[in-house]
């Protein structure tokens, strides 16, 4: 049965002429030790096939999916730190075989009982730039396990403008390691803060990605790797985000965030979102953000905080309150230089430990208790 199958999956090695092809994708989401999320898009409504196995049987599994553009596969059931392989069927044109679109690989993430891992961090990269194309191709030459999008993945938030500025610069990379991706304000399109914004991510985002069901999708969740727990927020609505969810003491959003950061036994605590607390480059934090927030960061004792918005890299001291604090501050780190016009420091803050105008992406490596 196995010889026929692939047999079958093999009757065609490289696309026939009109057949229908991948027009985007494939890439990987929402991850854990024992599952990921396998999408693409094709350029017409067609069946697909994915088979996949602990590498290097790729032909251990198969799975037909539905005739649609739009296609995606959550993948359960898979071995804990290790290594698959998956292939992509289409069909074959004015022929009843298939043609093998795509193979490629991806790592499960590892337990607690590894405690190690990398990944890499970056944001603000909606730009289709030649800077955001060249780190892209700098980020390929690494292997970490996952990568955190810190938002603005598109300019205009559009899906039509996903492909150059999103999709295409990245597709080596998210066809190998899950992405996490955290909105921004212009994820949420020009009319954010007006009723024509209503229903914008509905139509642009959604559709076309998977994050973990473990908030309220997609704004905002948490995710495990190995010995540590990202959490992903939602900050829109402080900067004007009509449908934002709220983030305010009392919010939904809020209380969900004191209560899994109060339950997280894990080594690490990671906060991931766009807009910043700390920051000296072109935008400050709204105060009624910095009295949100910051509070709830010290009393979980979070161990380091990942934001966007502003196009530089900055890293703080540890502060609490405004003010240097090395025993019971927090360091807040800007990653925003991943390919949209830089930003100059604004201000000079005892608590900046280091500024720097430039284009940038971070990888970062846990190893047990160190980072």
Not at 100 to 123: N, V
Request: glycine content about 8%; hydrophobic content about 40%; some cysteine.
């Amino acid at each position: 049965m196995k010889a026929l199958l692939a047999a079958v999956l093999t009757a065609f090695c490289c696309a026939p002429a009109a057949a229908a092809v991948l027009e985007r994708g494939p890439y990987l989401e929402n991850m854990t030790k024992d599952m990921v999320t396998v999408r693409f898009r094709v350029d017409e409504a067609t069946p697909a096939w994915i088979s996949y196995g602990a590498a290097p049987d790729c032909e251990r599994f198969l799975t037909t999916l539905p005739e649609q553009k739009e296609q995606k596969l959550p993948l359960f059931g898979l071995l804990p730190d290790t290594t698959h392989c998956y292939r992509i069927y289409l069909p074959a044109a004015q022929s009843t075989g298939v043609y093998k679109a795509f193979e490629g690989r991806f790592t499960t993430f590892r337990d607690e009982d590894k405690p190690y891992f990398s990944f890499l961090a970056f944001g603000d990269s909606g730009s289709g730039s030649a800077e955001q194309a060249e780190l892209a191709g700098r980020m390929s030459n690494f292997s970490p396990d996952l990568a955190v999008h810190l938002g603005d993945m598109v300019e205009s938030g559009l899906d039509a403008d996903a492909d150059a500025q999103y999709f295409k610069p990245y597709a080596g990379l998210l066809s190998r390691l899950p992405f996490f991706l955290t909105l921004g304000n212009h994820d949420y399109g020009r009319d954010m803060r007006a009723e024509a914004g209503k229903g914008f991510l509905k139509a642009n985002y959604v559709p076309f990605h998977s994050v973990p069901l473990t908030g309220l999708p997609p704004h905002y969740y948490f995710f495990d790797v190995a010995n540590a727990r990202f959490f992903v927020l939602d900050t829109n609505s402080f900067y004007g985000a009509k449908f934002a969810p709220d983030l305010r003491p009392g919010s939904k959003q809020y209380k969900w965030l004191d209560y899994f950061l109060s339950k997280t036994e894990k080594t690490w605590k990671f906060v991931v979102m766009h807009e910043p607390l700390y920051s000296t480059g072109a935008h400050a934090a709204p105060e009624e953000q910095l009295k949100a927030l910051e509070p709830l960061f010290l009393k979980h004792k979070v161990d380091l905080v990942f934001q966007g918005h502003d196009h530089d890299y900055e890293r703080t001291k540890p502060v609490k309150e405004g003010l240097p604090d090395e025993e019971n501050g927090l360091v807040y780190v800007t990653l925003g230089g991943g390919g949209s016009t830089l930003y100059i420091q604004r201000r000079n803050e005892d608590w900046s430990e280091k500024f720097l105008p430039v284009y940038h992406f971070a990888v970062l490596d846990v190893k047990d208790k160190l980072l």
